[in-house]
């Protein structure tokens, strides 16, 4: 099983700063397939990245995604306050589908 | 529009069953994998189970092997997910999930005396 970890655990940031967030694999995620997805409190997750870079419909270009092989990046970029929220992402690449432990986003 | 509406969650005591289903529209739904996924209170999201379009290969999460059955009706756009022998740590939103697409509003399923 694929143990993704994310980093940091939680970021406080402000209006109008970028947003840097970390997942890293315990081993290779084959052809890049990872997902990041937003979630806010009693909402079901949000798909935001697939396939490591892609944007889902309907996602702001402020939000993006880089990486392959055991190392992603999300970016969201001039932060506004409706980003507050937690990140997850998941890899979809290997059997079984996992998750990491999320990001909480603050914005100050 | 895609829709994925799940019912069927509730409270029930240790050892108990419950069979959650998720009715979907808007696209179509027979040519798709499916996915179970949960989330604990207050945790991250944690796959459970999925089956393929035709529902003739399923594949389980090793916390859930033996105990819940995943399966479909194409001709009624459902899924279904029967859990039997529920214990505490079952306790989670369940999440009927198209994947890296569309997730449903998802149903609470408590496990508790």
């Known amino acids: 099983e694929i143990v993704l970890t994310q980093s940091p655990a939680t970021l406080s940031l402000s209006p109008g700063e970028r947003a840097t967030l970390s997942c890293g694999a315990s081993?290779?995620?084959?052809?890049?397939?990872l997902a990041w997805y937003q979630q806010k409190p009693g909402l079901a997750p949000r798909l935001l990245i697939n396939?490591?870079?892609s944007r889902a419909t309907g996602i702001p270009d402020r939000f993006s995604g880089s990486g392959s092989g055991t190392d992603f990046t999300l970016t969201i970029s001039r932060l506004e306050p409706e980003d507050s929220a937690v990140y997850y992402c998941?890899?979809?690449?290997?059997?079984?589908?996992?998750f990491g432990q999320g990001t909480r986003l603050e914005i100050k | 529009e895609v829709q994925l509406v799940e019912s069927g969650g509730g409270l029930v005591q240790p050892g108990g069953s419950l069979r959650l289903s998720c009715v979907a529209s808007g696209f179509s739904f027979s040519t798709y994998w499916m996915h179970w996924v949960r989330q604990a209170p207050g945790k991250g999201p944690v796959w459970v189970s999925r089956?393929?379009?035709?529902?003739?290969?399923?594949y389980y999460a090793d916390s859930v092997k033996g105990r819940f059955t995943i399966s479909r009706d194409n001709a009624q756009n459902t899924l279904y997910l029967q859990m039997n022998s529920l214990r505490a740590e079952d306790t989670a939103v369940y999440y009927c999930?198209?994947?890296?697409?569309?997730w449903g509003q998802g149903t609470l399923v408590t496990v508790s005396s």
């Open positions: 999930v198209r994947l890296n697409a569309y």
């Open positions: 081993q290779s995620v084959s052809s890049s397939s």
């Open positions: 089956i393929n379009s035709d529902g003739s290969s399923v």
């Open positions: 396939d490591a870079s």
């Open positions: 998941q890899q979809y690449g290997s059997s079984p589908i996992t």
